[in-house]
């Protein structure tokens, strides 16, 4: 059972407009301490703009958002303190070295440290975690493209958040980057308990990354579940591919497990290279964005022919 303590982030019917447009319609989801929250959505869908509110840094038309219990449109410093940001971009501190600016960023931290929870992150270590040490004398503008996005998560984190954002952190990384990118992810949750809301566009990293994934589309969330659950929840067919006496063969079916019974009975041995694939995140993704966007469709014709 989840009690108000373990809930890190709480947002209920939350709506953002934009001029005359509803971006937020509703949105409604949780995220519990020391979970990775992996959100998905077409462009457009307001992912970033989701984040931006519970960060603080846009005021929200309606709705009833907390994160880590405090409502982020009037938090105070120490709230700001205990929460981490890494933007889709940062563009700036260019002549600044890596070491000597997450030195001096984290210098901020030092006043909201405690016993239990030190704060900043020691530079060294920082630099460690994040894959910049030989880089830690050189200055900000001289780093490649997947450097700069380590340091923007080094400064996302620097000052040891519980709650962390972050946008599509990984664009321009490479594979190797990545996969050490989603290493510190799954650290910084496991050993350090922080709760990381992450917006991707990379369905792989999703189901790598998350504990749990909400889907936003048509401005609401239209699923929400481990990445397991999600592709569950798609009663659709698994494929079987096999082999007997070196020609290949396809079928689609709802029940593999039955089929693949069949298929040893009748020909025993001489299958081989069997593979059942079942429905990925992707297929689920795929089908409730675009049922989701054909309902919206629907929705709005009749609005207008109403
Ligand atoms: N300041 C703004 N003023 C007006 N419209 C905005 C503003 N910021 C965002 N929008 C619009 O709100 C919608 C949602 O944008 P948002 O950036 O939140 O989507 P997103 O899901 O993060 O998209 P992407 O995957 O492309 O990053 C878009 O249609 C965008 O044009």
Redesign the pocket.
């Known amino acids: 059972m989840s009690t108000s303590s373990d809930v890190a982030i709480d947002v209920e019917d939350l709506r ?1 407009r ?2 005359a ?1 509803d ?1 937020l319609k509703g949105v409604t989801f949780r995220a519990h301490r020391g979970e990775v929250l992996v959100m998905l ?12 509110i519970l960060e603080g840094f ?1 005021l929200r038309s309606s709705g009833r958002v907390e994160v880590l219990g405090s409502d982020p449109a009037d938090a105070d410093e120490l709230w700001r303190a205990r929460i981490g940001v890494v933007l ?1 971009s940062w563009r700036d501190h260019g002549r600044w070295r890596v070491g000597e600016l997450l030195d001096y960023l984290g210098s901020f931290y030092v006043p909201f440290g405690t016993a239990e929870h030190r704060r900043p992150w020691d530079v060294g270590g920082l630099m460690e975690l994040v894959g910049l040490t030989d880089q830690a004398g050189s200055k900000i503008s001289s780093l490649s493209g997947g450097q700069r996005r380590r340091m923007d998560v080094a400064i996302g984190i620097v000052g040891k958040p519980e709650v962390l954002f972050l ?2 952190p990984t664009a321009g990384f490479d594979p190797d980057a990545r996969r050490e990118f989603h290493d510190l992810v799954h650290r910084l949750a496991d050993l350090d308990g922080t709760t990381i809301l992450v ?1 991707t ?1 990379d369905l792989d990293e999703a189901e790598k990354l998350a504990d749990r994934i909400v889907i ?1 589309g048509g401005g609401r969330i239209i699923a929400d579940g481990s990445p397991d659950d999600l592709a569950r929840t798609m009663p659709s067919d698994s494929e079987v591919r096999w082999s007997v006496d070196g020609s290949r063969s396809v079928h689609s079916t709802a029940q593999s497990a039955r089929f693949v019974h069949d298929l040893f009975a009748q020909y025993g041995d001489r299958v081989v290279d069997l593979e059942v694939r079942r429905a990925t995140l992707e297929d689920t993704y795929m089908s409730l964005v675009h049922d989701n966007a054909s309902i919206d469709a629907a929705r709005t014709v009749e609005a207008v022919t109403r």
């Open positions: 953002m934009y001029g447009t971006v959505g077409p462009n457009g869908a307001g992912k970033s703009t989701t984040l931006e846009r889709q946008d599509e917006t566009h936003l």
